[in-house]
C-alpha cells in the first residue's frame, strides 16, 4: 500500500530531468465528462474533512470559505457514482462531515495515481 500523502500541494506535483537541463513538471487531476472530479486541493479538502470530521474546520484549515467548500464537495458527490461526503446538520448534538467509504477509496485511489505519475514523470526521457 502507497504511504499516505500528508496535505501538501507538492506531494501532486510531479517532476523530472530531461537532456540539457529542461526539467518536465505536471500535476495530475481527475476530470469526468470535462468538469473536474479529483484534483490535489479536493482530495486534501476530503483528508481534512477525515481528519476534522467537519466541512467547517476542513475548510478553515486550508483557508477556504465554508460556502466554497460546499461547492466542492456537491461537484464532487454528484461527479462520483456515489456520494463521498455525508453531513448531519446541526441541532442538539452538532453537526458533522464524514467520508464514505467511497471517499476514503477515492481519496486513495487519487493518491495511487499520482504515485505512478510521479513515477512516470521521473522516468520519462526526451
Known sequence: MPKT??????????SG???????IKGRLW????????LSWGRVTLLERIGEHGSVSAAAKSMKMSFSHAWHLIEDMNTL???????????????GGAWLTDAGKLAVKNFWQLVDKFQNWIK????
Request: net charge negative; aromatic share 6%; no cysteine.
Open 80 to 94: 462520483a457514482p456515489e456520494p463521498l461526503v455525508e453531513k448531519q446538520t446541526g441541532g442538539r448534538h452538532g
Open 17 to 23: 530531468q530531461l537532456d540539457g537541463g529542461l526539467q
Open 123 to 126: 522516468h520519462e526521457q526526451f
Open 5 to 14: 500523502k500528508k496535505n501538501n500541494e507538492e506531494n501532486a506535483m510531479g
Open 30 to 37: 481527475v476530470e469526468y465528462e470535462g468538469q473536474t472530479y
